[in-house]
């Protein structure tokens, strides 16, 4: 059963059940309450009859006194123990199925007798002839039946009224409020059959749980979309910059086969480039991996370190292999954060290094504090970058001038890095650049 009908179901048994109950409430209150009325009506007249046929009273003839108290629907009898009925006055032959019934005590009840319902009272009295009788006042409820009969009718019509625009309704309903969903679902399967990303139209304007549903699944569609596009990008990007490097590798392999034993010239020309191209490869592909594996990025191994320290040691090593110099300008000597060590080094070499590429001035890196953030900035008197290259450096693979690139054996790849370390650690990273001048990359990092 699908979930439409399930609610449908649902809901139409649970009203059909609280319409029955009310209704049913309602019959029996009325029955209940007109019912008593009549027993008490002929109580009450059992009692003053009882009460004028007393036995000093003999001026009296008990059966006109029946008669006159005669109600117009019903039967006053006078039953003996022993010979049963004694006394009857009745305007219907209909009375006469009724058994008669001998009680010493009062008595009130209902009796029903092929589909008449009968109210019936009967009280002891002394006979004239000295013995106990039981006089009985019986009397038809037909109106009351008929009045019953008609709340049946109308009880009936008015869960009618309720019952059908609410089952109708409900079905309505069930359609509006699964739409959404099913339409999703035709998606669903599209994007599984075709491989294709697909959106839902979302016409629904009174942004109800649905449609929010909707928009997220639009949402959720967008970001697969968007990574899977980034994966192809990658993946085709990343072949790209292979074919470069192993072209000059074959470049030279061939060069060697051909003369390269035979001029010395040559072998060492090809040996130097084919290590140059083999340590580029490696390089590369060490950081394609860092880039492809998102773990890598997002699970830091936190600890307490010192970014002054952290930033000298980090220069002097860079130092001694460039034989170059970075100079550090510290607010304080010691300022504390809590960071990955690893990654916040490998940030710190991605930034010396272009700077050091870049520029052949020294290179200044500047530490400072705030209540809530540290940061520091790595600064250059170098070539700087364009302004209209400034947007993209943080691009996977994105070089300002790629045949300079090649010179200085970039690949594209820092800066896409370090912003993702400084990303993961909750920070930001800028730049501020000036073509011919030298530029500045600032990162700044929570405590
Ligand atoms: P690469 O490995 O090529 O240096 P990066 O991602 O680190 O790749 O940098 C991207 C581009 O940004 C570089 O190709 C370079 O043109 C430019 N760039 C980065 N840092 C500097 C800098 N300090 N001075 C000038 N240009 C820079």
Redesign the pocket.
């Known amino acids: 059963m699908n979930i439409r009908n399930k609610i449908h179901l649902f809901s139409t048994v649970w009203l059909v059940m609280i319409v029955l109950a009310i209704n049913a409430s309602i019959y029996w209150l009325f029955y209940k309450q007109t019912t008593e009325q009549e027993l008490d009506r002929v109580q009450l007249q059992a009692e003053s009859i009882a009460e004028r046929l007393r036995p000093a009273d003999h001026t009296i003839n008990p059966a006109d006194m029946l008669r006159a108290f005669l109600p117009p629907n019903g039967m006053i009898r006078v039953i003996d123990e022993k010979s049963g009925s004694i006394m009857t006055a009745a305007k219907e032959a209909d009375f006469a199925d009724l058994p008669p019934q001998y009680h010493d005590g009062q008595v009130v009840r209902l009796d029903k007798r092929e589909g008449a319902l009968y109210a019936i009272a009967q009280v002891p009295l002394i006979w004239q002839d000295g013995s106990v009788v039981s006089l009985e006042v019986t009397a038809s409820l037909l109106a009351v039946q008929d009045t019953l009969n008609m709340l049946q009718v109308v009880l009936l019509l008015a869960s009618l009224v309720v019952l059908i625009p609410s089952f109708l309704a409900g079905r309505m309903l069930g359609n509006v409020m699964l739409r959404p969903i099913t339409a999703m679902i035709q998606t669903m399967e599209e994007i599984q059959k075709k491989g294709t990303f697909k959106k839902l139209v979302l016409q629904d304007q009174s942004k109800d749980e649905l449609y929010h549903l909707g928009n997220a699944f639009n949402r959720m569609i967008d970001r697969l979309q968007d990574s899977f596009d980034k994966q192809q990008q990658f993946v085709s990007d990343a072949s790209h910059e292979l074919k470069t490097p192993l072209t000059v590798l074959e470049g030279y392999a061939t060069m060697l086969k051909r003369w390269g034993l035979k001029k010395p010239e040559v072998l060492e020309e090809s040996v130097e480039a084919i290590y140059a191209e083999a340590v580029r490869m490696k390089n590369m592909t060490r950081q394609l991996l860092m880039l492809a594996n998102p773990d890598a990025q997002t699970s830091l191994t936190l600890s307490q370190l010192d970014l002054v320290s952290l930033c000298e040691e980090t220069s002097k090593w860079m130092r001694q292999t460039y034989e170059r110099h970075i100079q550090t300008e510290t607010a304080r000597s010691e300022i504390m954060l809590q960071a990955d060590e690893q990654k916040l080094k490998q940030l710190l070499v991605?930034?010396l290094?272009?700077?050091l590429?870049?520029?052949s001035a020294p290179v200044m890196i500047q530490i400072s504090e705030t209540a809530y953030e540290v940061s520091f900035s790595?600064r250059?008197e170098?070539?700087?970058?364009p302004q209209e290259?400034l947007p993209h450096?943080?691009d996977r693979f994105?070089?300002?001038?790629k045949a300079?690139?090649r010179e200085?054996?970039?690949?594209?790849?820092?800066?896409?890095?370090?912003k993702r370390i400084v990303e993961a650690h909750g920070g930001r990273i800028e730049?501020f650049?000036e073509e011919g001048k030298?530029?500045r990359?600032t990162v700044t990092l929570p405590r």
């Open positions: 991605i930034l290094d272009n700077a590429k870049y520029s790595v250059d170098g070539i700087g970058v290259d450096i943080f994105y070089r300002v001038d300079r690139a200085t054996g970039g690949s594209g790849l820092g800066l896409s890095i370090a730049v650049s030298g530029s990359f």
